[in-house]
């Protein structure tokens, strides 16, 4: 089901429940010279989107910085950062009429959130990362001064 940016979308594309807003949230693997973009796009609601986010962020915290093209990683963590405002604008999801096509056994049962990005064992690897780019770069001096 293709979903226009414009037309108000009324229910939840995962979950059936409502409101629910337009978003796409990218993830991005970057081996060597290239890279390649996950894209998950289409009407979430509250609990969904931010579970989608988070599961796009995660990936690219692993996934996107293992070679020279490393600046889409950050791109894509900063686009996706702006697609969840609009998704946290939305009031918690709600279920007042029966599932719409499309949807079932979903409905009714949004997608658990998960931790926060932050909180995230993911988010070891862009720190050592950084720690190994330090060593590298200026030799183990730096942790010893």
């Known amino acids: 089901m293709t979903t ?3 037309a108000p ?9 409502g409101p629910s ?19 998950r796009s289409g009407g979430f609601c509250r609990d ?32 996706n950062a702006s697609q969840l405002a609009r998704i946290n604008r939305l009031p918690p999801p709600r279920y007042d ?3 719409p096509p499309g949807i079932g056994n979903r409905f009714g049962r949004p997608l658990r959130p998960g ?11 862009p720190i050592l990362l950084a720690v190994a780019f330090l060593i590298v770069c200026c030799g183990p001096r730096f942790l010893y001064d």
């Open 21 to 39: 807003a337009y978003a796409s949230f990218r993830a991005v693997v970057v081996i060597l010279i290239g890279f390649h973009v996950r894209t």
């Open 9 to 17: 979308i009324v229910s939840c594309d995962v979950c059936g429940g």
């Open 115 to 125: 931790r926060p990005v932050g909180q995230s064992p993911a988010l070891i690897v």
């Open 4 to 6: 226009s940016r414009t």
């Open 48 to 79: 969904c989107g931010l579970a989608v986010f988070r599961e796009q962020q995660k990936f690219t915290l692993v996934a996107g910085w293992w070679g020279i093209p490393a600046p889409a990683g950050l791109i894509a963590l900063l686009m």
């Open 97 to 99: 009429a029966g599932p």
